[in-house]
């Protein structure tokens, strides 16, 4: 008997129970404690009773009386295959409540598919494994979710001792044939297959079906022979929080299969994370400090040789491989301290069983599978590290030494996976060879890549093929007689042209490099040569390598070329990656003659060789290195002149693969090239016609033509002339055509440029091939040192000016209008509401927070959400605003697709809310929301700084709330909470003091209470509106940009990037559009000409599209957007006179029955070019300042000319 303290409610209680075994609930309470306590149960209510309390409580849920079963992930069988799959109840199952059923077929499907019938006991979520079989004579493929069988609850009502047996409780009959790669390819006779079917049911215990069944050989274990070296010891490194649930779940699993076990050991290597293109995890091991103090093992690998000869005159074959075999492979109790690595805020753990990436992995591996077929290797099948074939001359013979083969893994406690067995095939893949009756042949794939090779389009392709094709010219007989076509087209100035001379050519040097006086076959008797592997990386086109073997001459011959092409994610590495990737792809593929042998890689990228020194190796990398600790290799930099085998092969595709060539265009002859570069097709004699044709220069070209004669100057004269006239000794003739000659300038000479040649020239040094859309100060250096005219690099900067591809790519000041302050008179009239996200996922299971605030009060509500869809964040609002705080007026979101949805018009028609949004990409409307969301974070990073992780900080939500709710706000001059309840927070600090006096009843208080709130709502109104005016006097000093009018030419901000467009090359502003509507002074109703429907845009957010002058307008070269105005533009910035007077605008305009933009009234100054003075204007909104008045002394005058007149633009200082 215990006695225990426990609560009923906020009740507590000390009672005595008693302790049994087998109690199907945590507690019970008996009679003897409601006789005690006066306590009753009524039933008909939910609840206990007592003479002065009622206690709610919660009827445990009935067990459902039907359920379907649905499947937990997409599942795929074959023709009469039966598989165990993971299903689950499709009606939820309340938490703690377990109960037997009875699993049953879908009869609806049961044509196709047989659920077998069991009694099992959903887990905790409702899930279960159930056993399959496909019916039907295909394959069949079910989606996730698909209904495939019913569940019904019974009584669990068996004598003691019986058990009821799942899935796992039955795996007796489980066959493995099930899961086999493929079988059968010999040609099985009826009796031969019954048999083969058999023997596999029998020897089910030799297979594996997933991780968690792996065996443990007790033939021998793996040493770690470290020697006198001290331990190796490196910290753990950082990983994301977001991944460490998922690590802690591999832990744990490796600790549930006893593979692995906590440890304080003074050796410790980190772990990195990588995540697969499935999007799970896996754990991998930096291993490589512990394996340079490792002693290597010196076991010799099997000779690759022999193996293959032992395979002559058999017809009938198997492969097989075993299941994680490393893992099946102890490690001496002695040397497991060793393999400790560091799991971080779990501490240390150690390896029970053989872990990948440890040096000597191999050489240990290939004795013990070596021990364990040692009574049947070499005579009945033939092992080659975890790689096994057996062999036979008939199908008897063959089932007979199968079964040996089982045995001596049995014995061993070693296990195949059946997934990567194949089984009675009378043609198999073996060592990088093709064994059949026939015998051992070469797998072609070593000389695929040479025959492969597509046909040249290019010189540049031609190049790439002859430069494998030289590295190996000494062993091509008359290697330059063939060659000879090829090499012509490669020679400067001459047209490429594929010819049969040509093709010939192609075809015999590929037929040289894939000839035995290139190519050999590897060997491995002792001392001979080592292997050497060459690899390459061509960026956005593939990777190439060649295996090659030193021969007893010393020469190096070809054992296998190899390449491919490059995936699409791989075109985003880097460099030093993609060059690992080949080193990785390659020695993987040639495993079988590298590994448990020394060999070199030859690389052009020099930063290889530091490989295995590299700190803090993370991802992909991590993986790659820990698979490349298996192999002893030593990388050393090649020049790439050097280099050109694998070099070619890594360019040999083209950089658009991915289709076949048209047979059509493969020998088409004379095909016409397009030159992509183009000139201004500017002649000496246009340029001497635009010269003759100009009347300003007819008085300086007589004068150029005969100094002597010194005529006098025109009387009247254009300010041009004037200049001219004044330059006219610099001026010279040669060839008819006119030069400006600068002085001290040397020999230079300048073209003198008339006017009407200028837009020609301009088109091709700003907007042409030579001019790149560069800026005016590069434009002006490249026209004026070529041409020369007065006032030209005035015209080049107008030019370049109004410039549209310019204004669309590159930065500008974007305009910016006048601040217009949002005005509420009352408490819970407007409200403004935000999403903030996504965050951390919280304990919680929260990653987004609704933001909600009054704009009078500044009262502010925040909820977690787990996600941000239409009708969490409409029952968000409900509940924890509208519920409290009734219906506001307005309602002020940004245009995000939830605020936005269907559900949320409902609502706001429903509770009669003006829903109020902002225009895109400009959330200074929602201004107030954003301020907050800004202090908010700020809150919860400052105090998560003192807390244990991310996952907290929804705890930390109200206490920020809090802290805000007690502060005087900067522009209300009072605490939120005031504003509410006329008094302020009493907080914990306010323990000692007194009390505010009470009036003594309750009209009273009530009067008080109003008054008090009516006195601080009155001088909240005056102290917002002097806030809002400080504001915008500060905003508006800053305002700038033209008017914008209906019929106007805009451009549009658009950050957004399109699908497939890269972020380096997206342009923010789109047009021109067209202004169809002039909403307010600060948004605007826009239509682009290849969309559509018109969209409503704010004024900083649009940029009138640059005028062109009328002098610049080119036909067919450049759209020029035609202004509705006649006159021409005024530069941003100066004075521009009313056109009339001004017009109040609404506050708000309706669009789509009760939405609306906020767009309130807007006073700009003239100096700002919106509106004129005496605009009528808000009472919160002062007038903006006047035009500035500006003295003759700051006034200056445009460069090239003439002094100013009323009326003319002007700048100033």
Same mark, same amino acid.
């Not at 404690?33 to 849920?61: E, K, W």
């Given at each position: ?103 049953? #077929? ?27 079989? @496909? ?178 005159? @058999?017809?009938?074959?198997? =492969? ?309 600790? @298996? ?201 403004? #509401? ?16 609704? =933001? ?19 009708? =969490? ?23 995000? =697709? ?21 225009? #895109? ?293």
């Amino acid at each position: 008997m215990v006695t225990m303290k426990f609560s009923v409610g906020d009740t507590e209680f000390l009672h005595e129970f008693a302790v049994v075994e087998e109690l199907a609930v945590a507690c019970i309470l008996g009679t003897d404690f409601f006789v005690r306590h006066g306590m009753a149960i009524d039933f008909a209510r939910n609840c206990l009773q007592t003479a002065s309390c009622v206690y709610p409580f919660r009827l445990s849920a009935d067990k459902p009386r039907l359920c379907r079963l649905v499947l937990s992930q997409p599942e795929q069988f074959n023709a009469g295959q039966e598989k165990v799959v993971h299903v689950r109840l499709q009606r939820r199952v309340p938490s703690g409540v377990q109960f037997l059923g009875i699993v049953e #077929s879908e009869r609806r499907v049961s044509n196709e598919q047989m659920v077998a019938r069991s009694v099992q006991m959903p887990d905790g979520d409702g899930r279960l494994a159930v056993r399959v079989l @496909n019916t039907s004579g295909c394959s069949l493929s079910l989606r996730k979710g698909s209904r495939i069988g019913w569940f019904s609850p019974v009584a669990a009502q068996q004598p003691a001792g019986w058990q009821v047996n799942s899935v796992e409780s039955v795996r007796d009959d489980w066959n493995p044939l099930s899961d086999v790669k493929e079988w059968g390819g010999c040609g099985l006779t009826g009796d031969e297959k019954h048999e083969f079917e058999r023997l596999m049911a029998r020897n089910r215990d030799v297979f594996a079906r997933d991780s968690s069944e792996l065996g443990q050989s007790h033939l021998m274990a793996h040493e770690i022979d470290t020697g006198n070296a001290k331990p190796v010891s490196q910290p753990a490194r950082r990983i994301p929080p977001r991944w460490k649930e998922e690590i802690d779940k591999q832990v744990d699993e490796l600790l549930q299969q006893d593979r692995i076990y906590p440890c304080y050991s003074p050796w410790a290597s980190p772990i990195v994370p990588v995540k697969k293109a499935d999007g799970s995890l896996r754990l991998c091991l930096d291993y490589r400090r512990l394996n340079e103090v490792t002693v290597p093992d010196p076991y010799p690998p099997p000779r690759m040789d022999e193996t293959l000869d032992a395979l002559g005159g @058999n017809c009938v074959f198997s =492969t097989m491989d075993l299941a994680s075999g490393y893992h099946q492979c102890p490690i001496e109790p002695k040397d497991q301290l060793k393999t400790a690595f560091v799991v971080p805020n779990r501490g240390q753990f150690a390896w029970k069983c053989m872990s990948f990436g440890l040096r000597n992995a191999p050489a240990t591996f290939a004795r013990l599978m070596s021990m364990a077929l040692s009574e049947v290797n070499w005579k009945e099948c033939l092992v080659y590290f975890d790689d096994i074939v057996v062999f036979a001359k008939s199908v008897g013979q063959h089932l007979e030494r199968l079964k040996h083969v089982f045995q001596c893994l049995r014995d061993a406690n070693v296990k195949l996976k059946p997934a990567k067995c194949v089984f009675l095939a009378e043609r198999v893949k073996f060592l990088g060879h093709i064994v059949s009756q026939e015998g051992i042949a070469t797998d072609p794939s070593k000389c695929e890549e040479i025959q492969n090779w597509p046909r040249p389009c290019s010189a540049k392709k031609v190049q790439a093929f002859l430069g494998t094709c030289a590295y190996y010219q000494s062993f091509i007989p008359q290697f330059s007689e063939i060659a000879a076509p090829l090499y012509r087209l490669t020679a400067d100035g001459v047209k490429f042209e594929w010819g049969s001379e040509e093709e010939s050519s192609f075809c015999r040097l590929k037929d040289a490099l894939c000839s035995p006086n290139v190519m050999a076959f590897p060997d491995f008797s002792p001392g001979a040569g080592e292997f050497i592997l060459d690899t390459d990386a061509s960026s956005r086109v593939g990777l190439g390598a060649v295996l090659s073997q030193r021969q007893a001459d010393g020469r190096e011959k070809v054992i296998a070329y190899g390449s491919r092409m490059i995936h699409a994610a791989e075109k985003n590495y880097c460099t030093t990656r993609l060059e690992l990737l080949a080193v990785v792809h390659f020695v993987k593929k040639y495993r079988y003659y590298l590994l448990g042998r020394k060999f070199t890689v030859r690389s052009d990228h020099k930063a290889l060789q530091w490989l295995a020194s590299l700190k803090d190796v993370e991802g992909q990398c991590a993986m790659w290195l820990e698979s490349l600790q @298996n192999f002893d290799f030593e990388i050393i930099h090649r020049p790439g002149k050097e280099h050109g085998n694998a070099d070619s092969l890594s360019r040999k595709y083209r950089k658009h693969a991915g289709h076949e060539s048209c047979p059509s265009c493969q020998f088409s002859e004379n095909v016409p090239v397009v030159n992509a570069v183009f000139g201004s097709g500017l002649s000496s004699k246009e340029v001497q016609q635009a010269q003759v044709a100009e009347k300003k220069l007819a008085a300086v070209r007589s004068y150029a033509l005969d100094p002597g004669s010194n005529p006098s100057a025109p009387r009247v004269m254009s300010w041009e002339e004037r200049v001219l006239w004044a330059q006219r000794q610099l001026i010279r003739v040669e060839s008819d055509l006119l030069y400006f000659q600068s002085p001290g300038s040397g020999c230079q000479k300048k073209i003198l440029l008339p006017p009407a040649l200028l837009p020609k020239v301009l088109s091709e040094l700003h907007d042409g091939v030579a001019g790149g859309h560069l800026g005016v100060r590069k434009t002006q250096e490249k026209v004026k040192a070529r041409y020369w005219w007065p006032g030209l690099s005035r015209s080049v900067e107008e030019y370049c000016r109004s410039c549209v591809h310019c204004a669309k790519a590159k930065p500008w000041r974007s305009n910016r209008a006048p601040l217009q302050p949002i005005c509420s008179e009352g408490a819970f009239q407007r409200i403004m #509401s935000d999403i903030v996200g996504p965050l951390p996922k919280s304990r919680g299971g929260n990653r987004f927070v609704l =933001t909600i605030q009054d704009s009078f009060t500044k009262w502010p509500v925040a909820v977690p959400l787990s996600n941000q869809r239409a009708p =969490t964040v409409a029952r968000a609002i409900f509940d924890h605003w509208i519920a409290h705080f009734g219906c506001p007026e307005f309602l002020v979101t940004d245009k995000g =697709t939830n605020f936005e949805s269907a559900l949320m018009k409902q609502l706001c028609r429903l509770l009669a809310v003006k829903k109020c949004r902002t225009s #895109s990409y400009h959330p200074m409307a929602d201004g107030q929301a954003e301020s907050f969301n800004k202090t908010l974070k700020s809150m919860i990073k400052c105090r998560m700084s003192e807390s244990v992780g991310e996952g907290d900080w929804e705890d930390l939500i109200h206490p920020s709330l809090m802290a805000y709710r007690s502060s005087v706000h900067r522009g209300t001059g009072y605490t939120p909470y005031y504003m509410l309840y006329a008094r302020e927070m009493r907080l914990p600090v306010d323990i000692g003091t007194l009390p505010e006096s009470i009036p003594a009843s309750a009209p009273a208080y009530v009067q008080s209470l109003g008054n008090s709130l009516a006195e601080a709502h009155s001088q909240v109104r005056t102290n917002l509106q002097q806030y809002q005016r400080k504001q915008k006097v500060l905003y508006d000093s800053r305002v700038r940009g033209p008017a914008i009018e209906v019929g106007d030419a805009v451009l549009e901000y658009s950050p957004a990037l399109q699908a497939g467009e890269a972020a380096k090359f997206h342009c923010n502003w789109k047009g021109p559009a067209k202004v169809l509507e002039k909403i307010s002074d600060l948004n605007y109703r826009v239509k682009h000409a290849n969309r559509g429907k018109s969209k409503i845009v704010h004024y900083n957010n649009l940029r009138k599209v640059p005028e062109r002058p009328e002098q610049f307008r080119l036909m067919n070269r450049h759209t020029a957007v035609q202004r509705r105005s006649a006159h021409p533009p005024e530069p941003a910035g100066c004075i521009q006179e009313p056109a009339g007077p001004a017009t109040k605008e609404p506050e708000l305009e309706e669009e789509e029955e009760f939405y609306s933009y906020v767009v309130p009234p807007v006073a700009v100054g003239p100096r700002h070019g919106i509106v004129g003075p005496g605009t009528p204007v808000a009472p919160c909104a002062p007038v903006a300042p006047a035009a500035p008045a500006v003295s003759p002394r700051r006034l200056r005058e445009r460069r090239g000319v003439p002094p100013a007149y009323y009326g003319n633009p002007v700048l100033y200082r």
